[in-house]
């Protein structure tokens, strides 16, 4: 008996499921092959509030690399929510090391101040995507910091 062919949603979706993977591979910057990188962009955040949990807009980020002294500057700068700002991204896979790097964070308008750490590494063996270790997802700015 002849082996019965698979329904074409089957067929569909064998198809689709193959040609991701496909692309998955296709994203990947190893040229021996050992890694697959995804195509996904990925970019930290942090959410500034003041005192009483409000969002604060329109603060003067400064992001150094405290092994390097280096004042870095992310590369994704699309549209975000009224008080988020961008903190590191993807774009920066050469600033940090595999281990892991200190970036301190000050944020400043008028008076108001805050200072913020985080340790981003980009993991060996692929260096595919950023990736925080420790840092905050939202800090008080106050007056009195």
Do not use: K
């Amino acid at each position: 008996m002849a082996a019965m062919p698979m329904p074409n949603a089957v067929n569909r979706l064998r198809a689709v499921a193959l040609a991701s993977f496909g692309l998955a591979l296709l994203a990947c910057r190893d040229p021996v092959g050992t890694c697959a990188c995804t195509e996904e962009f990925r970019i930290f955040m942090v959410t500034v509030v003041d005192d009483t949990g409000a969002p604060v807009a329109d603060v003067a980020l400064t992001r150094t690399h405290l092994r390097t002294g280096a004042v870095i500057e992310p590369t994704w700068l699309g549209m975000s929510v009224p008080g988020t700002y961008v903190v590191a991204d993807d774009g920066q896979r050469d600033v940090f090391s595999s281990g892991g790097d200190a970036l301190r964070v000050r944020g400043e308008r008028g008076g108001a101040v805050f200072v913020a750490d985080f340790v981003f590494a980009v993991p060996e063996p692929c260096r595919c995507h950023v990736e925080r270790l420790a840092g905050p997802d939202t800090v008080v700015m106050s007056a009195g910091t």
